[in-house]
Protein backbone atom coordinates (compact mmCIF):
# COMPACT_ATOMS: atom_id res chain seq x y z
CA UNK A 1 0.00 0.00 0.00
CA UNK A 2 1.94 3.15 -0.87
CA UNK A 3 1.64 5.66 1.47
CA UNK A 4 0.97 9.51 1.77
CA UNK A 5 2.93 11.66 -0.95
CA UNK A 6 4.30 15.13 -0.46
CA UNK A 7 6.24 17.58 -2.02
CA UNK A 8 8.25 19.67 -2.44
CA UNK A 9 10.51 18.05 0.36
CA UNK A 10 13.01 21.12 0.78
CA UNK A 11 11.85 24.27 -0.05
CA UNK A 12 13.94 27.63 1.07
CA UNK A 13 12.18 30.87 0.42
CA UNK A 14 13.18 34.34 1.06
CA UNK A 15 10.61 36.17 3.98
CA UNK A 16 7.40 37.53 2.59
CA UNK A 17 7.64 35.02 -0.68
CA UNK A 18 4.77 32.28 -1.17
CA UNK A 19 5.00 28.82 -1.33
CA UNK A 20 2.70 25.61 -1.65
CA UNK A 21 2.74 22.63 -0.82
CA UNK A 22 0.93 19.16 -2.18
CA UNK A 23 -0.42 16.18 -0.70
CA UNK A 24 -2.00 13.07 -1.58
CA UNK A 25 -3.11 10.76 0.70
CA UNK A 26 -3.41 6.86 1.42
CA UNK A 27 -5.99 5.90 -1.30
CA UNK A 28 -9.46 5.49 0.40
CA UNK A 29 -8.67 7.54 3.13
CA UNK A 30 -11.30 10.78 3.64
CA UNK A 31 -10.11 12.21 6.04
CA UNK A 32 -6.49 14.54 5.64
CA UNK A 33 -4.78 16.85 8.00
CA UNK A 34 -2.24 19.32 7.30
CA UNK A 35 0.22 19.76 10.50
CA UNK A 36 3.28 22.07 11.12
CA UNK A 37 5.60 20.71 13.32
CA UNK A 38 8.13 23.46 14.76
CA UNK A 39 12.11 22.11 15.47
CA UNK A 40 11.61 20.36 19.34
CA UNK A 41 7.69 20.49 19.35
CA UNK A 42 5.18 18.35 18.84
CA UNK A 43 2.80 18.79 15.39
CA UNK A 44 0.22 21.00 15.71
CA UNK A 45 -2.64 20.96 13.60
CA UNK A 46 -3.23 23.41 11.00
CA UNK A 47 -6.68 22.05 9.60
CA UNK A 48 -8.56 18.75 9.09
CA UNK A 49 -10.54 17.63 5.91
CA UNK A 50 -12.93 14.99 5.60
CA UNK A 51 -13.56 14.65 1.93
CA UNK A 52 -13.48 17.87 0.41
CA UNK A 53 -15.10 19.59 3.62
CA UNK A 54 -12.99 21.63 5.88
CA UNK A 55 -13.32 19.67 9.93
CA UNK A 56 -11.12 21.70 11.68
CA UNK A 57 -9.20 24.91 10.41
CA UNK A 58 -9.15 26.87 14.21
CA UNK A 59 -5.10 27.01 14.06
CA UNK A 60 -4.59 27.80 10.87
CA UNK A 61 -3.29 31.50 10.91
CA UNK A 62 -5.94 32.12 7.74
CA UNK A 63 -4.08 35.97 7.08
CA UNK A 64 -1.27 33.86 5.35
CA UNK A 65 -2.47 30.27 5.33
CA UNK A 66 -5.00 28.91 3.23
CA UNK A 67 -5.43 25.16 2.21
CA UNK A 68 -7.99 23.17 -0.56
CA UNK A 69 -8.50 19.72 -1.40
CA UNK A 70 -11.24 20.34 -3.85
CA UNK A 71 -11.96 16.88 -5.18
CA UNK A 72 -11.80 14.97 -1.87
CA UNK A 73 -8.36 13.56 -2.70
CA UNK A 74 -4.94 15.39 -3.25
CA UNK A 75 -4.69 18.91 -1.12
CA UNK A 76 -2.40 21.56 -1.10
CA UNK A 77 -1.24 24.05 1.56
CA UNK A 78 -0.16 27.54 0.29
CA UNK A 79 1.34 30.11 2.94
CA UNK A 80 1.37 33.56 1.63
CA UNK A 81 3.16 35.69 2.33
CA UNK A 82 5.93 33.36 4.65
CA UNK A 83 7.83 35.00 7.54
CA UNK A 84 10.53 33.60 9.69
CA UNK A 85 8.44 31.66 11.81
CA UNK A 86 6.70 29.51 9.32
CA UNK A 87 10.09 28.06 9.07
CA UNK A 88 9.02 24.13 10.04
CA UNK A 89 8.13 20.68 8.28
CA UNK A 90 4.88 20.49 7.16
CA UNK A 91 3.32 17.04 7.64
CA UNK A 92 0.54 15.47 5.88
CA UNK A 93 -1.19 13.15 6.73
CA UNK A 94 -4.69 10.83 6.62
CA UNK A 95 -7.00 8.71 7.84
CA UNK A 96 -9.58 5.98 7.20
CA UNK A 97 -13.11 6.97 8.95
CA UNK A 98 -13.66 4.28 10.56
CA UNK A 99 -10.16 3.71 12.00
CA UNK A 100 -8.13 6.58 14.07
CA UNK A 101 -4.52 5.61 13.36
CA UNK A 102 -3.23 8.45 11.09
CA UNK A 103 -0.56 8.19 8.55
CA UNK A 104 1.96 10.70 8.30
CA UNK A 105 3.72 11.70 5.16
CA UNK A 106 7.61 12.53 5.10
CA UNK A 107 6.62 15.80 5.31
CA UNK A 108 7.82 19.03 3.30
CA UNK A 109 10.95 20.86 5.48
CA UNK A 110 10.63 24.93 5.09
CA UNK A 111 13.00 27.68 5.39
CA UNK A 112 12.71 31.19 5.60
CA UNK A 113 15.69 33.57 5.37
CA UNK B 1 -8.22 24.49 24.97
CA UNK B 2 -6.70 21.22 25.39
CA UNK B 3 -3.26 20.51 27.01
CA UNK B 4 -1.08 17.40 26.46
CA UNK B 5 2.20 17.73 28.26
CA UNK B 6 4.83 14.98 28.26
CA UNK B 7 8.11 14.60 30.70
CA UNK B 8 11.05 14.46 30.19
CA UNK B 9 11.62 16.65 27.45
CA UNK B 10 14.90 14.70 27.07
CA UNK B 11 16.35 11.33 28.11
CA UNK B 12 19.51 9.74 27.79
CA UNK B 13 19.75 6.42 28.87
CA UNK B 14 22.54 3.94 28.77
CA UNK B 15 21.78 0.66 26.32
CA UNK B 16 20.16 -1.84 27.94
CA UNK B 17 18.22 0.36 30.87
CA UNK B 18 14.71 1.35 30.90
CA UNK B 19 13.21 4.31 29.80
CA UNK B 20 9.89 5.70 30.78
CA UNK B 21 8.05 8.77 29.24
CA UNK B 22 4.69 10.66 31.04
CA UNK B 23 2.20 12.20 29.46
CA UNK B 24 -0.68 14.27 31.10
CA UNK B 25 -3.66 15.72 29.71
CA UNK B 26 -5.20 19.04 30.87
CA UNK B 27 -8.79 17.36 30.00
CA UNK B 28 -10.26 13.61 30.46
CA UNK B 29 -9.40 11.80 27.30
CA UNK B 30 -11.52 9.84 25.00
CA UNK B 31 -8.45 7.59 23.98
CA UNK B 32 -4.80 8.56 23.85
CA UNK B 33 -2.19 7.37 20.77
CA UNK B 34 1.67 6.79 20.84
CA UNK B 35 3.78 7.85 17.79
CA UNK B 36 7.26 7.48 17.25
CA UNK B 37 9.29 9.89 15.17
CA UNK B 38 13.02 8.71 14.44
CA UNK B 39 15.52 11.14 13.81
CA UNK B 40 14.63 13.11 10.18
CA UNK B 41 11.73 10.80 9.83
CA UNK B 42 7.95 11.35 10.57
CA UNK B 43 5.57 10.11 13.14
CA UNK B 44 4.43 6.84 12.91
CA UNK B 45 1.68 5.08 14.72
CA UNK B 46 2.76 3.01 17.84
CA UNK B 47 -0.52 2.18 19.79
CA UNK B 48 -4.07 3.69 20.69
CA UNK B 49 -5.40 3.04 24.07
CA UNK B 50 -9.41 3.77 24.86
CA UNK B 51 -10.42 2.11 28.19
CA UNK B 52 -9.85 3.25 31.86
CA UNK B 53 -6.83 1.82 33.46
CA UNK B 54 -5.61 -0.29 29.86
CA UNK B 55 -2.67 -1.20 29.80
CA UNK B 56 -1.21 -3.22 26.28
CA UNK B 57 2.14 -4.35 25.37
CA UNK B 58 4.36 -4.55 22.09
CA UNK B 59 7.64 -6.22 22.75
CA UNK B 60 9.74 -4.28 25.34
CA UNK B 61 6.87 -1.55 25.00
CA UNK B 62 4.10 -1.11 27.81
CA UNK B 63 1.88 1.45 27.20
CA UNK B 64 -0.82 2.40 30.26
CA UNK B 65 -3.64 4.69 30.20
CA UNK B 66 -4.63 6.15 34.04
CA UNK B 67 -7.63 5.40 35.63
CA UNK B 68 -9.19 9.05 35.35
CA UNK B 69 -7.88 8.91 31.37
CA UNK B 70 -6.11 11.95 31.98
CA UNK B 71 -2.45 10.59 31.96
CA UNK B 72 -0.68 7.96 30.30
CA UNK B 73 2.86 6.13 30.31
CA UNK B 74 5.06 4.32 27.48
CA UNK B 75 8.10 2.53 29.30
CA UNK B 76 10.40 0.91 27.36
CA UNK B 77 12.41 -2.37 28.80
CA UNK B 78 16.27 -2.85 28.05
CA UNK B 79 16.48 0.00 25.89
CA UNK B 80 18.32 -1.07 22.39
CA UNK B 81 19.82 1.69 20.08
CA UNK B 82 17.08 0.91 17.67
CA UNK B 83 14.41 2.87 20.07
CA UNK B 84 16.42 6.12 19.44
CA UNK B 85 14.01 8.49 18.52
CA UNK B 86 11.39 10.97 19.35
CA UNK B 87 7.90 9.71 21.60
CA UNK B 88 4.92 11.63 21.42
CA UNK B 89 1.99 11.00 22.97
CA UNK B 90 -1.80 12.42 21.34
CA UNK B 91 -5.16 12.93 22.96
CA UNK B 92 -8.43 13.55 22.10
CA UNK B 93 -10.98 14.59 24.39
CA UNK B 94 -14.71 14.20 24.32
CA UNK B 95 -16.58 14.58 20.88
CA UNK B 96 -13.24 16.75 20.00
CA UNK B 97 -12.31 15.66 16.76
CA UNK B 98 -8.96 17.31 17.29
CA UNK B 99 -5.87 15.43 18.16
CA UNK B 100 -3.50 17.32 20.20
CA UNK B 101 0.33 15.98 19.85
CA UNK B 102 2.31 16.35 23.21
CA UNK B 103 5.91 17.70 22.97
CA UNK B 104 7.66 14.71 23.08
CA UNK B 105 10.02 12.67 24.87
CA UNK B 106 13.37 12.61 22.72
CA UNK B 107 14.94 9.68 23.83
CA UNK B 108 18.99 8.87 23.26
CA UNK B 109 20.26 5.41 23.97
CA UNK B 110 24.22 5.10 24.67
CA UNK B 111 25.80 2.07 23.44
Known amino acids: EAGVAQSPRYKIIEKRQSVAFWCNPISGHATLYWYQQILGQGPKLLIQ????????DSQLPKDRFSAERLKGVDSTLKIQPAKLEDSAVYLCASSSIIANTIYFGEGSWLTVV | GQQVMQIPQYQHVQEGEDFTTYCNSS?????IQWYKQRPGGHPVFLIQLVKSGEVKKQKRLTFQFGEAKKNSSLHITATQTTDVGTYFC???????????FGSGTQLTVLP
Open chain 2, 90 to 100: AGRSGSARQLT
Open chain 2, 27 to 31: TTLSN
Open chain 1, 49 to 56: FQNNGVVD
